[in-house]
């Protein structure tokens, strides 16, 4: 019979392997808490951005009609996919009153970014006032 020559390359236990992946885990359980209000910070500019958005549609009705819009397709915006149906957008983005003075558009969090029960919550006015008003 013939002798099969076997030869070692060098490689990774499958322990060393293991012993590594364990000690990212606990990297990682040790920095996620403080790296969740930078994440919600990040999220949050979906929001501001949508709403400035929605405020230059505004604008844009307001020299055409001499009034603010209630419709947000009147207006020309259209709501991207929520990320509870299988989309992207973070905020749901809703006009919550116009009139011919003023109006007031709402970008509501659909989903809990740091699990505290509280959903993020921005608006703008009229006079392009974006507040937080209430914070994740």
């Given at each position: 019979?013939?002798?099969?020559?076997?030869?070692?390359?060098?490689?990774?236990?499958?322990?060393?392997?293991?012993?590594?992946?364990?000690?990212?885990?606990?990297?990682?359980?040790?920095?996620?808490?403080?790296?969740?209000?930078?994440?919600?910070?990040?999220?949050?500019?979906?929001?501001?951005?949508?709403?400035?958005?929605?405020?230059?549609?505004?604008?844009?009705?307001?020299?055409l009609y001499s009034k603010y819009s209630l419709n947000l397709e009147e207006l020309g915006f259209e709501q991207e996919k929520?990320?509870?149906?299988?989309?992207?957008?973070?905020?749901l983005i809703e006009i919550t009153s116009a009139s011919t003075a003023g109006f007031i558009s709402r970008a509501t969090a659909v989903v809990d970014f740091d699990g505290d029960g509280t959903y993020n919550v921005w608006e703008i006015n009229e006079i392009k006032d974006l507040k937080e008003v209430i914070k994740d």
């Open positions: 019979m013939k002798q099969v020559n076997k030869k070692f390359l060098p490689a990774f236990t499958l322990t060393e392997l293991l012993v590594v992946l364990i000690i990212i885990g606990i990297l990682v359980l040790l920095a996620l808490p403080n790296l969740m209000p930078l994440i919600t910070r990040a999220k949050s500019t979906e929001a501001q951005l949508q709403l400035n958005h929605v405020h230059m549609l505004q604008k844009s009705y307001f020299y929520l990320t509870t149906e299988g989309g992207k957008a973070n905020y």
